[in-house]
């Protein structure tokens, strides 16, 4: 597959990374030659300086004919036409960054296929949904509802005295057939569990469940729940702005930023947000703003290493649910051993979903695991499937992928190794990111 991807920031040079470990025929295109450094010679792909906009550039970096082409510069209007005239010149799909939320409603989905672009994607509204579902499940670090909520997707930190620890997967304990650990981080480690593994202090679980038996899962891990009711963002960015927008009008939010130009922005634009002109960094700034009585503290600057910190900070003054915007990756395993609580990256968030788009057509849906080495994976089971053969036992995954949960006619259901996989199912699996092109040939007819 060749893919050309024009924008050499986070998210380009991320994906661009991340696809060359594909055997992918990549392509990177930047107008700065620095941006591009020395990328060619550390990974498989090719690097031209060039402007994503110049037909002549586009021709010669091979857009004709190519099969997908990935405009992520920094700036919507360059992303939209680099993608018409890649259209036009003979790229079989096309992708554009945006931020222009109007661009993603339904109903002008096929306005922008008519033109020739095929996909629309807007990072920081992805992250702030994760805001949203985070806050919505706040005694969990992360939630996802799977197959429109057929299945959850539960992430949680284990702590001394839960009663699910110190049981092996393959004891009595464990045979309720409630809830599945699909995954377990460990340290820096994501061990996907046998029967002899059992979950430890501290410990992160991937869990798989219905919604009727997450209260179950809760009391199993030792967790309270926790109300939500004033949440304060330190930084007025986009993610802050869709996410604020996006929670529930009953909650009080303060937003705390330092640019006075923009405080009076975000004042005009969030009519039931309260716009505070302050530093955030600021411990004395952050008590006069009630810090002590913040539910939830979401630190979502340009700065990884200010959000870092401000999350310890708010902990220290006793908020119970924090959530940092760490785009760089390097500094999300520092982030999770700090228990920062909550991380976000707005580049694997934004690169899983390109990634589904480059996979089998059985692939529903991909899900990047911001904490952990691993990937959550919706699959459609196609007739005369390989994994309809035999029973879950016997399909011989590859090390590395566990079958998490099935749904069948609309009911989530979980899996054990005698169950048998039909037709037509949606099946959950969870696995480590470089096993997800091995798993799609068992999903094949």
Request: include cysteine.
């Amino acid at each position: 597959m060749r893919i050309i991807i024009s924008g050499a920031g986070e998210v380009g040079t991320h994906l661009a990374k991340l696809l060359s470990r594909e055997n992918m025929d990549i392509s990177l295109m930047d107008e700065n030659q620095e941006r591009l450094g020395d990328l060619e010679a550390n990974y498989d792909m090719i690097t031209r300086v060039g402007n994503p906009t110049s037909i002549h550039d586009l021709r010669d970096i091979g857009v004709k004919g190519c099969d997908l082409f990935i405009a992520v510069t920094p700036q919507e209007e360059t992303n939209i036409t680099s993608c018409l005239i890649a259209n036009r010149l003979g790229a079989k799909r096309t992708l554009a960054r945006i931020d222009n939320y109007e661009y993603l409603l339904p109903e002008n989905k096929q306005f922008f296929e008519d033109m020739g672009l095929n996909h629309l994607i807007y990072p920081e509204v992805l992250a702030a949904n994760e805001i949203h579902e985070s806050i919505d499940n706040a005694w969990m670090r992360y939630h996802w509802s799977l197959c429109d909520g057929a299945l959850e997707l539960c992430v949680i930190k284990v702590r001394k005295g839960a009663p699910i620890l110190g049981h092996a997967f393959q004891t009595d304990f464990f045979n309720h057939g409630r809830y599945r650990v699909a995954a377990i981080k460990r340290g820096s480690e994501t061990i996907i569990p046998t029967g002899k593994d059992e979950v430890m202090v501290d410990d992160t679980i991937y869990a798989i469940c219905t919604d009727d038996n997450i209260e179950f899962l809760r009391e199993q891990t030792g967790k309270q729940k926790l109300e939500i009711k004033n949440i304060i963002f330190y930084g007025g960015s986009r993610i802050a702005q869709k996410a604020a927008q996006s929670l529930s009008e009953d909650l009080n939010i303060k937003i705390i930023e330092s640019d006075r130009d923009l405080c009076v922005k975000l004042s005009e634009k969030l009519n039931n947000v309260l716009i505070i002109n302050a530093d955030g960094s600021d411990m004395d700034a952050l008590k006069e703003e009630g810090i002590e009585d913040a539910d939830a503290f979401i630190a979502v600057t340009d700065s990884s290493e200010a959000n870092i910190f401000a999350c310890l900070a708010a902990k220290r003054f006793g908020v119970q649910k924090t959530i940092a915007d760490v785009e760089n990756i390097d500094y999300i395993p520092m982030a999770e051993g700090l228990d920062v609580g909550t991380v976000l990256n707005k580049k694997t968030i934004a690169a899983s979903y390109i990634y589904q788009m480059l996979l089998n057509a059985s692939v529903l849906n991909v899900r990047n695991l911001t904490s952990a080495d691993a990937e959550i994976v919706e699959f459609i089971v196609r007739e005369d499937s390989k994994v309809t053969h035999t029973k879950v036992k016997n399909i011989g995954f590859p090390d590395g992928a566990t079958i998490g949960g099935i749904v069948r006619a609309g009911e989530g259901v979980l899996v054990n190794g005698d169950t048998e996989i039909l037709p037509n199912d949606l099946v959950v699996v969870l696995c480590k990111s470089d096993v997800i092109r091995r798993l799609e040939k068992f999903f094949r007819d």
